[in-house]
């Protein structure tokens, strides 16, 4: 199977898993200091705005997806979930989004994501109780 097939099969296998359209799923590949990065990037289909769900690298597109399938098999047993609420600015209507991190500032990593800081405005970041 060549490498091309094979990247195919793990993105719709990840996107399987996580239950995604592919207008919901964006997969981003970009070389960084002789890696090849994997951004893997949800779309919000009510606000249609972007958030990255989570980044490996690996030696190739392939590795890289490999490690993303690995992680998006368990991290909902690895990370805590958090709830933001945040509202662009211009914009009227507050916004809930949700996230799976280790950490506060890696949700707010998450939602920040290829966006100037100054274009949300985040109003609350909440903990949720694990089940």
């Known amino acids: ?8 099969r793990l993105q719709r296998e990840i996107q399987q898993y996580l239950g995604l359209t592919p ?6 590949f970009r070389e960084v200091e002789g890696q090849t990065r994997l951004d893997l ?4 289909p009510r606000h249609q705005q972007s958030f990255l769900f989570r980044y490996e690298t690996g030696r190739d597109e392939t590795d890289a997806l490999e490690k993303m399938l690995d992680y998006v098999k368990r991290f909902r047993d690895t990370e805590s979930s958090y709830t933001l609420q945040w509202r662009s600015r211009g914009d009227k209507e507050l916004q809930t989004s949700y996230f799976r991190a280790h950490n506060v500032y890696e949700a707010l990593d998450k939602l920040y994501f290829g966006r100037d800081l100054n274009a949300i405005t985040v109003f609350s970041v909440v903990l949720n109780p694990s089940s």
């Open 1 to 8: 199977m060549t490498d091309e097939f094979e990247a195919a």
């Open 41 to 44: 990037i949800t779309v919000n």
């Open 23 to 28: 207008e919901q799923l964006r997969f981003e």
